[in-house]
């Protein structure tokens, strides 16, 4: 089963994902391939990756500090949460 989440993070795009992937890591997740959306001027992206667990999207956003909240999910919930999240950038972005 694939999994979504929602993280908060202080930090800028390239720190949240090595915070994000780091803390996947630490709760069992062993990432093999990952990609990361975001838009330059947006506080929020997503982070996609493939892991022996299953699929994993986290969305992220600007925050005070650091969380990771994390779900299992059916294919279709999956499928459209990483589709709207890809959608809502592309539009706001451009």
Do not use: C
Not at 8 to 33: D, H, I, M, N, W
Request: aromatic share 12%; glycine share 10%.
């Amino acid at each position: 089963m694939p999994y979504i989440g929602l993280a908060k993070s202080p930090y800028g795009p390239l720190r949240t994902q090595e915070a994000v992937l780091k803390e996947l890591t630490k709760r069992g997740f062993r990432v093999g391939f990952f990609k990361h959306h975001w838009a330059g001027d947006l506080p929020f992206g997503l982070i996609v990756a493939e892991t022996d667990r299953g699929d994993v999207a986290i969305r992220w956003a600007l925050g005070r500090e650091f969380s990771l909240k994390i779900e299992e999910v059916d294919r279709e919930t999956y499928d459209e949460f990483v589709e709207d999240t890809i959608e809502y950038t592309n539009a706001d972005s451009g």
